[in-house]
């Protein structure tokens, strides 16, 4: 099993209240016995996404699997593109496609195991994959921002212990990945938070 980056997220905001330009969640790739997307990103990114799918030998028509973090427009408005894929979620964004939902009890990868996060939404899931390390895709769980801003409430906060407790590598929802020193930073975030 193997974790790409297929588009790294961004999330730039503007001088007004509540919105932002450009925006679009982290596109992870699982490519194994079973394909999966992480997130499948915001409506103007298709083409990225595409054409990095295509560098890592694989076509829309390759993935089985949709696992979303949350379905906020951001990290699901791409679902259509993955028209062989079922979608894992409680809910979502399928535009005209045949919505194949399985429910997070009844999903079952080796390897991938889906843990609930809750506070930045509710729901909202975290994609844990064990390989060599323990690496967590956190959606929105866990953004760079906290780190300057803090959490939003305790929920929030509680799902970050849950996620940093067990990660040895974290996919943030928008940003670079975080090891090494800045997970130590998010660490101490949380220990001074108490």
Same mark, same amino acid.
Request: hydrophobic share 35%.
């Given at each position: ?54 560098? &890592?030998?694989?076509?829309?028509? =390759? ?8 379905? &906020?427009?951001?990290? /699901? ?46 729901? &909202? ?12 895709? /956190?959606? =929105? ?39 090494? =020193? ?13």
């Amino acid at each position: 099993m193997e974790i790409k980056i297929l588009y790294e997220g961004v999330h730039e905001e503007r001088k007004k209240k509540n919105s932002c330009d450009p925006i679009c969640s982290t596109v992870v790739l699982i490519k194994g016995k079973k394909n999966i997307i992480v997130d499948t990103g915001n409506l103007g990114f298709e083409k990225e996404i595409l054409e990095s799918l295509e560098e &890592h030998g694989l076509k829309a028509e =390759d993935i089985d699997y949709i696992l979303l973090t949350h379905n &906020h427009n951001d990290h /699901a408005s791409n679902n259509y593109l993955f028209k062989n894929a079922k979608i894992v979620s409680y809910d979502g964004i399928w535009y005209d496609k045949k919505v194949d939902l399985i429910e997070n009890d009844k999903f079952s990868i080796s390897g991938i195991e889906r843990i609930s996060v809750n506070g930045h939404t509710t729901p &909202h899931y975290a994609i844990i994959v064990k390989m060599d390390k323990t690496y967590v895709i /956190a959606g =929105d769980a866990i953004r760079y921002n906290m780190l300057e801003k803090g959490f939003a409430n305790e929920q929030e906060k509680e799902s970050a212990r849950k996620i940093l407790e067990i990660a040895d590598v974290i996919i943030p929802g928008h940003g670079p990945i975080i090891k090494g =020193d800045n997970l130590k930073k998010f660490k101490r975030l949380l220990e001074e938070s108490k």
